[in-house]
């Protein structure tokens, strides 16, 4: 079995700062990483940014300045956002670092020298803002229906990549579950809209522009420049060294890919494009591709014209890092688009981290101070079943993680905690203290270890919150451990349950 595993978000236009969407798909990545990184022992996470074409080229130009210089500013912002947000990506690719040029070069070439590369006339309609060309079938009143922007006509001598050539390959490998090289698009939803469209038929791609200096040459004809998204495709492989010819290169031990996770918007170019421009060298192919779905702010798209686009730096401000990426999370199923607002995550954070889990923690941690002075024993013939009953919820934990189902990894968390407090208000502690002080502390013991698994998960989630309760419960065993065995139950190991800090206060 490979050990490692290899997860990628989009690497992300330098045109402007981030927003809360591209921090919803990064915190994903970043949740797998942290729980992955629990049982394997090679993980890999990339992130970057995607800096050239025309896109970013206005965007330099609307600040007077040279795109580099413009990309390096909003780079450092991406970065800041990602460090902010408790982000700890293995690597940050940049498609103007050279390793990725080479590997452009290197990877256009062998396509070329394939045969897989073909000169053409092409006329079309491109927008900018979506970086590709659109078929007037796709234009709602003569506009690009995703930016409302008029599509620019342009018609012009391109090279062409005979991607028409893979569709039939492509069809069998992403409905043939038992193919050895089976390529899985999810959620299912979306499987089944890029296979009806293949269906459909499939044109070659043009993948050269005469009149785009801010972009790579082609390698063999410099006075072409390589189409953007072909070039940030490639991203995915550069930054495991593939144009790296010694023998052991990062290349051999992460690809293929476990998942690229992105949402629908760029669903096409990495469920088709991506995998053809693989299969075209015969390079084996991402085990899956995740799209997440899609926010939208009070009905509509985030728009720097509307005014509405959300930061995630918004959310930090009032709520903090963890709770912030707990929010992101829980805010939908993963994989449905949703509406957010401020509004529904004040309700989301008060009902799940503030009375819920957050309480939870308090009441019990409380309760093991004022009835025992923190000293709580283990309770004879432990675990009970109750106790072994309710943390077979952990069973699927992994499973979660490994479908990308994060929303559903979270659901455990939120679950164990709902038990816990009904658990408590069940047995009532405070009637226990009055009459028998040994069931009180098996009820309490019981709960710490319901806290203890929270935590557990919460190393994933809320990192920094997972570490605080780790100290408040005096907890001495490796988080790390205690995830990688969660099929074996583990008694605490601490002897002193401290006093709590407030985890989640009530926002009113
Ligand atoms: O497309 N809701 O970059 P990009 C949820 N550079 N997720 C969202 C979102 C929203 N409203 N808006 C953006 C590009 N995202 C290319 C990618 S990869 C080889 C090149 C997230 O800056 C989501 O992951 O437009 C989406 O696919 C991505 O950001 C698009 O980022």
Redesign the pocket.
């Known amino acids: 079995m490979k050990d490692s595993y290899y997860i990628t978000?989009?690497?992300?236009?330098a045109n402007d700062v981030l927003?809360i969407?591209?921090t919803?798909?990064t915190v994903a990545a970043d949740i797998i990483t942290r729980w992955k990184k629990n049982s394997v022992n090679n993980v890999f996470f990339l992130t970057g940014s995607?800096e050239h074409g025309s896109k970013i080229c206005e965007a330099a130009k609307e600040k007077n300045k040279e795109p580099l210089a413009y990309c390096n500013e909003i780079v450092d912002s991406f970065k800041n956002t990602w460090q902010q947000l408790n982000i700890e990506y293995t690597s940050f690719i940049r498609t103007t670092d050279t390793v990725h040029i080479l590997t452009v070069e290197k990877f256009i070439q062998a396509l070329y020298d394939n045969g897989d590369i073909y000169k053409s006339n092409y006329e079309g309609l491109y927008c900018v803002p979506c970086e590709k060309f659109l078929s007037p079938t796709e234009l709602v009143n003569d506009l690009c229906p995703d930016h409302n922007t008029k599509p620019v006509k342009q018609c012009e001598e391109n090279y062409f990549f005979r991607l028409s050539k893979y569709r039939d390959q492509l069809i069998e490998l992403i409905t043939n579950k038992n193919h050895l090289q089976h390529f899985d698009i999810l959620p299912e939803q979306r499987r089944n809209e890029v296979l009806g469209k293949l269906k459909l038929g499939l044109d070659d791609i043009s993948i050269s522009r005469t009149n785009l200096p801010w972009a790579i040459p082609l390698p063999f004809d410099k006075s072409q420049t390589i189409y953007v998204w072909i070039d940030?495709?490639l991203?995915y492989i550069s930054a495991i060294g593939y144009a790296d010819d010694s023998e052991k290169t990062q290349f051999k031990k992460f690809w293929p890919a476990d998942v690229h996770?992105?949402?629908k918007?760029?669903l096409w170019?990495h469920s088709v494009i991506w995998p053809a421009m693989l299969l075209a060298l015969k390079l084996p192919l991402p085990a899956k591709v995740f799209s997440?779905?899609?926010?939208?702010v009070e009905g509509q798209k985030?728009s720097k014209t509307i005014g509405n686009v959300l930061h995630a730096e918004d959310l930090v401000k009032i709520y903090g890092v963890d709770a912030t990426r707990f929010l992101l999370l829980t805010a939908f199923p993963f994989g449905s688009d949703g509406d957010i607002s401020l509004a529904l995550f004040k309700e989301k954070y008060n009902a799940h981290l503030a009375n819920n889990i957050g309480n939870f923690v308090s009441r019990v941690t409380n309760m093991a101070q004022k009835y025992f002075n923190g000293k709580v024993t283990i309770p004879e013939n432990w675990p009970d079943p109750e106790i072994t009953e309710i943390l077979k919820i952990l069973e699927p934990a992994d499973t979660h993680i490994s479908n990308v189902r994060v929303d559903s990894f979270i659901e455990i968390m939120i679950s164990l905690s709902s038990w816990g407090n009904l658990y408590i208000d069940k047995n009532a502690p405070w009637q226990l203290a009055k009459t028998d002080m040994k069931a009180l502390e098996k009820v309490l013991y019981n709960a710490l270890i319901i806290i203890k698994y929270i935590a557990v998960l919460s190393s994933a989630v809320m990192p920094e919150s997972a570490v605080k309760i780790w100290k408040t419960i005096d907890e001495k065993q490796d988080i790390q451990e205690c995830a990688r065995n969660l099929a074996k139950l583990s008694p605490l190991t601490g002897s002193n349950v401290n006093k709590p800090e407030i985890l989640f206060p009530k926002i009113l």
């Open positions: 978000t989009p690497i992300y236009y927003h969407g591209h919803y798909t995607d940030a495709l991203n996770l992105l949402a918007d760029i170019f997440h779905g899609f926010f939208t985030m």
